[in-house]
């Protein structure tokens, strides 16, 4: 069975990335892109699935580990009765590779090392055939099956044990060996060896550059400065696509079916995460991710969907994996996203916010880049008033949900600003009609007079989290008297263990069984919302408990279960991550 998920850590070289157990197992790795099938699958079933261990044979007395300064390069120590070894994992950068590289170091006395190199392709479906040949001077092993070639290097190579490559050996203190297992696609050549210690002092330099940009004026910097390189690491480097998490499947629900696929790129969470970096002073990333949006919309503004592959595809198609048991017996283990064919209509308010953000940061339209925004609003004009299924991607009937209502209002007034503050041409009077006419609707059907807050949605008095973006957003200011009863409301309706949950799955909104645990973005916004009602103690109050439900290694999951004290829900999550961001910002 996979370990608590707060168990793993993050590495990367933004085109994909893989998780590294304390255990130090690499239990989930999709070559050679986030949304790539899994080679190493054992996060979401057992070692027959995949997955790639160096680690002590003997008894670990303990385990400690750490993020190399100001980089995602991952150093894992083990300590056994008779010496300590330290694991070095990183996902060298920058080179167009795919290569994964462990090195181990013997720091005292003797240590005994498992070696376990179990490949499964298609997400430990497939058993490769697996030879051991000799290439550019060095005996390797392959493993090949249909598109997919990986390539194990070191100086001690494991033998083939009952599907497993296996090995075990003695390291004395001063010893030290290095491993790498690289893909490239079945048909070519094997590669030539990577230059270690050129590439781990490159990636290293990279990361530290751009670790050290992070504001060190903001509450919990370190902690900002974990989020916006794990941010980077979920941001494919040449496509510009952000992913909302780089796993599937990992439980809000655990033993439930709230298991989905986040290994893709929604506009929404893209949009966020652009707006965080953009506040932490990250201005140039702006433009990459522009040039992804313009690439994967372009087209009919009516095609517009809500999620994207990494490369601006638009076919990601869910299906469910019988094969994999799934992570705590939580099935179905979930390919794809049928959320992609929802309609959502808040997206487009993200959207025009990181672009709006972009140019007050200094990045000039281009003629295509204006057009396209103009398209899409004037579509949105046309349809405006139809119902969605919301941000949280409900699968039971369409609403009209408030804040889905609120973000068209966003969406409007963005493009009112555009033409206003920036001189951009559009039909203003129409997009301002709009706007004010949405708000007011928002006003009238939107708002409990009786209690005091924001409803869920307009045929409810239910409340959701997500009404405390509407003073983060500019609808409302965030001493107005109808947020503060919204703030209010959302704490005595929603809060559990001492955090957000999205909203009350009970009343069946959201066409699902089961239930899930407080979701960690929530409860950021809940910071921001109190910072911005003046309500300072309170916000830093909560920004210092949820800072200190990050894993040893600054991660953060979507979900958090108090109860148990345990993360859910897909991990590390750029929801989470960029909403921490934000909290700090506001906080500033």
Not at 292 to 300: E, H, K, N, P, Q
Not at 425 to 447: H, T
């Amino acid at each position: 069975m996979a370990l608590p998920i707060e168990d793993y850590a993050l590495i990367g070289d933004r085109g994909t990335a893989a998780l590294v157990g304390k255990d130090g197992s690499i239990d989930w790795l999709c070559l050679p892109r986030f949304d790539s099938p899994a080679c190493f699958a054992a996060l979401l079933g057992t070692e027959d699935h995949g997955r790639w261990l160096l680690a002590p044979a003997d008894d670990v007395v303990s385990t400690s580990r750490r993020y190399v300064d100001g980089t995602a390069m991952l150093e894992t120590t083990f300590t056994t009765a008779d010496g300590e070894v330290v694991l070095l994992d990183v996902m060298p950068t920058g080179d167009g590779r795919a290569d994964v590289v462990r090195r181990l170091t013997c720091t005292r006395g003797t240590v005994t090392i498992r070696h376990d190199w179990v490949v499964r392709l298609d997400y430990g479906h497939v058993r490769p055939w697996v030879t051991r040949e000799h290439a550019h001077g060095n005996d390797l092993i392959v493993a090949v099956a249909g598109p997919d070639k990986l390539v194990l290097r070191g100086p001690r190579l494991p033998r083939a044990h009952d599907g497993h490559h296996s090995d075990e050996f003695e390291m004395k203190q001063g010893d030290q060996v290095t491993f790498s297992t690289t893909w490239v696609r079945s048909w070519r050549d094997i590669p030539e060896p990577l230059g270690f210690d050129e590439r781990i002092e490159a990636t290293c330099a990279a990361q530290r550059e751009w670790s050290a940009r992070s504001p060190d004026d903001v509450p919990h910097a370190d902690m900002v400065r974990r989020s916006l390189l794990t941010l980077l690491l979920m941001t494919h480097e040449e496509t510009g696509g952000i992913v909302a998490a780089p796993t599937t499947s990992l439980p809000e629900d655990f033993g439930g079916e709230r298991n989905w696929d986040y290994r893709f790129c929604w506009l929404r969470d893209a949009a966020l995460t652009l707006e965080s970096l953009l506040g932490a002073g990250y201005a140039e990333e702006a433009y990459h991710w522009r040039r992804w949006l313009l690439r994967a919309v372009a087209g009919d503004p009516a095609d517009l969907q809500i999620m994207y592959t990494v490369d601006g595809g638009r076919q990601l198609p869910e299906r469910e994996v019988e094969h994999l048991p799934g992570y705590a017996d939580s099935k179905p283990v979930r390919i794809g996203n049928g959320a992609v064919s929802q309609r959502q209509n808040d997206v487009l308010g993200e959207v025009m916010i990181a672009l709006e953000l972009a140019r007050e940061a200094g990045l000039d339209e281009t003629h295509n880049s204006w057009s396209l925004q103009r398209a899409l609003v004037e579509e949105l004009a046309d349809h405006w008033d139809e119902p969605d299924n919301g941000l949280w991607e409900i699968r039971g009937d369409q609403r009209h949900f408030t804040h889905s209502r609120v973000m068209v209002w966003v969406a409007f007034d963005r493009a009112v600003r555009a033409v206003e503050d920036h001189g951009l041409d559009g039909p203003v009077d129409r997009w301002r009609d709009l706007r004010d006419r949405v708000r007011e609707e928002i006003l009238d059907k939107g708002f409990d007079t009786e209690r005091g807050t924001f409803t869920q949605h307009y045929d409810t008095r239910e409340v959701d989290a997500s009404l405390l973006t509407i003073p983060l957003v500019g609808f409302l200011p965030g001493d107005d008297p109808r947020v503060l009863g919204t703030i209010d409301a959302v704490v005595e309706d929603l809060m559990c263990d001492g955090l957000l949950l999205r909203y009350r799955t009970e009343t069946g909104v959201d066409g699902l069984s089961g239930d899930e645990h407080p979701f960690l973005a929530c409860s950021f916004w809940l910071v921001s919302a109190l910072a911005s009602a003046r309500r300072r103690e309170e916000a830093e109050e909560l920004m210092d408990r949820l800072c200190g439900l990050a894993n040893d290694v600054g991660l953060l999951s979507e979900e958090y279960d108090g109860a148990h004290g345990r993360m859910a829900g897909n991990f590390p999550q750029a929801f989470s991550h960029l909403t921490l961001v934000q909290a700090a910002l506001a906080l500033r």
